[in-house]
């Protein structure tokens, strides 16, 4: 290497670059902190967050128009208010809901098998039928709702809010549904499975979940008609109730690395909120054309509120939950009046594809971090490629190729200057040691034989410098992009998103690598030969413990570089040994 302290340097901005990543991730600076925080009105908070009911989120009421042969709407109440319907009405109303049958509702389609529950249309449980939790157990799904203990408690529930006192359908409330078990058919490409919900007093409620064939995406509509005598004012919410817990974060553990937990996208700019956080505890925030999402490995379940109305976002932490919430702003419904609340739900693996379509930029939940400018061209083309011959080892092999067949230029430009290198290898060892004891002797004399000879010491280390960027891209392509999820490649590696079972991938890669350094000239100075006769094990000693897929990534392009190095030696040597006319 023809300036082993420039690489040196440059591997240690790389790693400084990765700790700086993973810093951010960990303590982002909050430019929202004490932004807009303000005080949820509405039931007492219980024991567990999920208990209580927001009021009405962002924006002024906005009332519906009422039909012409409507009568005239009455002034709404102002939020907080107490209700002026009679209180055993409302007693009697929570008497029914306690003797309702609450055995969850069981629906099914090609890619997801949940669980509804009648109370508040809560979604309880939810399996990725696709996407088995480990290789070995491709029976059992992944889980990513759930309800089976306090430790593993993630629920996403909805329903609407009103004034308080007034009886409204919200999480807490029971629904009625006509079935207890929804099938997808085949051949048909959407299923509907409407629960509905009255007061007794002409306030009647159908909120549908709309599921179609191979999405996780689902649709949620509330259907409001009101032939009370009085006009009501409601508004939509959706919340997230989750368990953490404090995990320890490793770049060699893809499992324990990628974030867990709360996310909100304002609009404009997305952000991960941490529960352990002082700041982000008490996240509150107003937003348009926003989402809210909670986030784990590979894996997303995201709230997308209705598209240009205002909504409010807020992160409350008690203990070890967490309730993530939107609430929509307060709709008067006139007496007679019709009105209908929308927005989308997604549960199920980070598809890039299927997250862009379901909300604005709800494809950023797969965090391609810093680099993403680099890394999701990188993933749209092996991708591209997986598409043409449907293996992502292959891809990622054909990728890197094709990397080095972009900067082919820099590589033979830097390649001849390190071939040149090596061919004056015996001169500049014979300066060394004519100028041994004078060190600014040695290097005018080293300059002028890289004039004459027309080398430049530092070309050697621009493909190193191209090649961290890249390097780092794979890393986050194959921690983050779910299509690479247990994928196999050949033989022995099963997973490329995992390390090697029997870490053949990295000691193949350590050769390579050892093999490229005795093929490059080697350092003026003894100790930084050595250091990088070291460098190999060094490298197969952490890579070890990377995906295997991005071991695939480096050991690819070693084994170009020395092609390439070796044949541009052969070229070298033969104009050397050309006789000159």
Not at 67 to 81: F, K
Not at 461 to 488: D, H, K, N, T
Not at 561 to 568: L, P, T
Request: charged fraction near 15%.
């Amino acid at each position: 290497m023809p300036n082993t302290r420039v690489m040196l340097w440059i591997a240690l901005a790389a790693i400084l670059f990765l700790n700086y990543e993973a810093w951010m991730r960990d303590y982002p600076a909050s430019s929202l902190t004490g932004n807009n925080q303000s005080t949820t009105a509405g039931t007492p908070a219980s024991n567990r967050l999920g208990d209580s009911v927001p009021l009405a989120g962002a924006g002024a009421p906005s009332p519906v128009t009422a039909p012409p042969d409507a009568a005239p709407a009455a002034a709404p109440s102002a939020p907080g208010a107490t209700s002026a319907a009679p209180a055993a009405d409302i007693a009697s109303a929570d008497s029914a809901a306690a003797t309702a049958d609450t055995s969850p509702l069981h629906v099914v389609t090609d890619v997801l098998d949940l669980s509804i529950n009648p109370k508040g249309g809560e979604l309880e449980r939810a399996d990725i039928v696709e996407y088995p939790l480990h290789k070995d157990t491709p029976n059992v799904p992944v889980r990513l709702l759930n309800h089976d203990s306090e430790d593993s408690l993630y629920l996403l529930q909805t329903g609407l809010t009103g004034i308080a006192g007034e009886a409204a359908p919200t999480h807490l409330a029971m629904w009625k549904s006509a079935e207890k078990s929804y099938v997808l058919p085949t051949g048909v490409n959407e299923l509907r499975v409407p629960l509905t919900w009255s007061d007794g007093h002409g306030l009647t409620v159908t909120k549908t979940f709309t599921f179609k064939r191979g999405a996780y995406a689902i649709e949620l509509t509330y259907d409001i008609q009101n032939d009370d005598s009085s006009a009501r004012s409601l508004a939509s919410y959706s919340q997230f109730l989750r368990h953490w817990v404090h995990a320890s974060r490793s770049y060699f553990d893809v499992e324990t690395y990628s974030f867990k937990g709360p996310a909100v996208f304002d609009g404009t700019k997305s952000r991960d909120l941490k529960v352990e956080n002082e700041a982000d505890s008490k996240f509150s925030e107003d937003a348009t054309n926003g989402w809210i999402a909670s986030l784990q490995h590979h894996f997303v379940s995201a709230i997308v509120p209705e598209a240009g109305k205002p909504t409010k976002f807020q992160l409350q932490v008690q203990g070890q939950q967490y309730l993530l919430s939107a609430t929509g702003p307060m709709t008067l419904i006139p007496p007679g009046g019709h009105a209908q609340f929308n927005e989308n739900l997604f549960v199920g693996p980070k598809l890039q594809a299927q997250l862009a379509t379901t909300g604005p930029r709800l494809d950023l939940t797969a965090d391609y971090g810093l680099l993403t400018v680099i890394a999701h061209p990188l993933f749209i083309s092996l991708k591209w490629i997986h598409g043409l011959i449907g293996n992502w080892g292959w891809a990622i092999i054909i990728v890197t190729a094709l990397i080095k067949l972009l900067f082919y230029p820099l590589s033979q430009a830097s390649g001849r200057s390190m071939a040149k290198m090596r061919a004056v290898a015996p001169r500049m060892k014979q300066i060394q040691e004519s100028y041994k004891d004078d060190r600014e002797k040695l290097g005018r004399a080293m300059m002028e034989l890289y004039k004459k000879e027309k080398i430049n010491p530092l070309a050697g280390c621009l493909p190193m410098v191209v090649q961290i960027p890249f390097f780092i891209s794979f890393y986050w392509v194959l921690l983050e992009s779910v299509e690479m999820r247990q994928a196999p490649f050949m033989l022995w590696i099963n997973d490329l998103s995992s390390r090697d079972p029997f870490f053949v991938l990295p000691l193949l890669m350590g050769g390579a690598m050892f093999a490229q350094f005795k093929l490059n000239p080697a350092p003026p100075d003894p100790m930084q030969a050595k250091i990088m006769q070291f460098m190999p094990l060094v490298m197969t000693g952490m890579m070890a413990w990377f995906p295997s897929g991005l071991v695939l990534y480096w050991l690819t392009n070693t084994v170009l570089s020395i092609v390439q190095q070796w044949r541009v030696n052969k070229v070298v040597s033969a104009e050397a040994n050309k006789p000159r006319s």
